[in-house]
């Protein structure tokens, strides 16, 4: 029987592929983020999981050597890399503040090409994959090639692995010890709606805007300014939209006058037998999104938002203020989504086992 396989999690965040690869069965002996906001969510949830605070520029091979044991050329270790992606997104971002995040995947390559770890993970928003103008993706690709490792790539739907949102993303597995691999298959599950997650129905309580949940299950919702729950109240439940009061000269927005056709969402409700949009940094907000409950007069909350990018109920998340625990949530991989990308790497690697 082949041994059990062992990842390095880098850029780890809040561990949500952390936690997605060690539901797979994958022991994951290390997570590496230069955040420090990052550190009590991940240690409270991941103990059996090194986390390794510093900026990867600074980190030496030798050194995550020491500190994690893993050595080079095992065909059973997994490097998984999912930095920022600050500069490959759509949403207008300061690239000037993200230009760092443009080259963190060659220092991931750096790390591989030291280890050789027998497969490899990479996650990131779908810009990686599409800017033409810049071909760091393209270099990586090239290096694997003149690695031997084979690969599989492209843009996935989250929602087709088993999250109940709409969440594009770019994903590459990649092996050195296989002749073939493959990012999991798509399965379109029509069950997988805001409906079947969250709601009275699903141990979420009705709340208020303004809302503290001082347990850790944080059922917690930003406070909304009068006007808002106006707009809130006004807009229809199960996918309504701020169209219904562009007419109402107190609650239109001046920058959306006479442009209904521009930023649809925001403001708008989730409908429950939909998949939910895609969870962003700031999906607590009502004005960043089409993140107003399907029902309640406000925007969904911290658990809410965390359980549609399918962490465990029972995930703890630690942070200074709403909007940094916001962001943790917005930032991770879906623990599902992870798992089933590790239940693929962990069939891949038993089955080259059992033919030798």
């Known amino acids: ?59 030496s091979e030798e050194e995550l050597a020491r500190v994690t044991g893993i050595e080079k050329d095992d065909d059973s270790l997994l490097f998984i890399g999912c930095s920022p992606c600050q500069f490959w997104t759509k949403i207008n971002t300061c690239k000037s503040k993200s230009i760092e995040s443009k080259n963190l995947l060659g220092e991931f390559q750096r790390f591989v090409s030291w280890f050789r770890p027998g497969y490899i993970v990479i996650e990131n928003v779908p810009g990686l994959l599409n800017n033409k103008k810049e071909n760091v993706l393209s270099g990586f690709l090239h290096f694997l090639d003149g690695e031997s490792y084979v690969y599989d790539h492209g843009i996935v739907n989250a929602n087709h692995h088993g999250v109940p949102q709409n969440r594009k993303r770019y994903l590459l597995t990649a092996t050195r010890v296989s002749d073939d691999i493959r990012i999991p298959e798509e399965k379109y599950d029509k069950n997988l709606t805001v409906r079947k997650y969250i709601g009275v129905h699903n141990g979420f309580d009705v709340v208020a805007d303004g809302h503290k949940d001082k347990t850790n299950f944080m059922h917690t919702t930003a406070f909304l300014s009068e006007k808002n729950k106006k707009r809130i109240r006004k807009t229809p439940a199960n996918g309504g939209t701020r169209l219904i009061w562009k007419d109402d000269a107190e609650l239109q927005i001046d920058a959306y006058r006479g442009k209904d056709n521009i930023f649809k969402d925001v403001y708008g409700r989730m409908f429950w037998d939909k998949p939910a949009p895609t969870i962003t940094t700031r999906f607590n907000s009502l004005s960043n999104g089409r993140f107003g409950h399907p029902e309640e007069p406000r925007a969904i909350s911290l658990r809410e938002g965390a359980t549609l990018q399918t962490f465990p109920k029972t995930y703890i ?37 059992i033919r030798s």
């Open 1 to 59: 029987m082949c041994g059990k396989m062992e990842a390095i999690d880098f850029f780890c965040g809040a561990g949500g592929m952390t936690c997605g690869m060690s539901q797979s069965g994958i022991d994951v002996l290390a997570g590496i983020d230069n955040d420090p906001n990052c550190r009590e969510t991940y240690e409270i949830n991941n103990p059996n999981s090194e986390f390794i605070e510093t900026d990867i520029h600074e980190l």
């Open 317 to 353: 998340f630690r942070g200074s203020r709403e909007a940094s625990i916001a962001r943790l949530i917005g930032n991770a991989v879906p623990p599902e989504l992870a798992r089933r990308i590790g239940n693929s790497i962990r069939k891949n690697y038993e089955t080259v086992n």
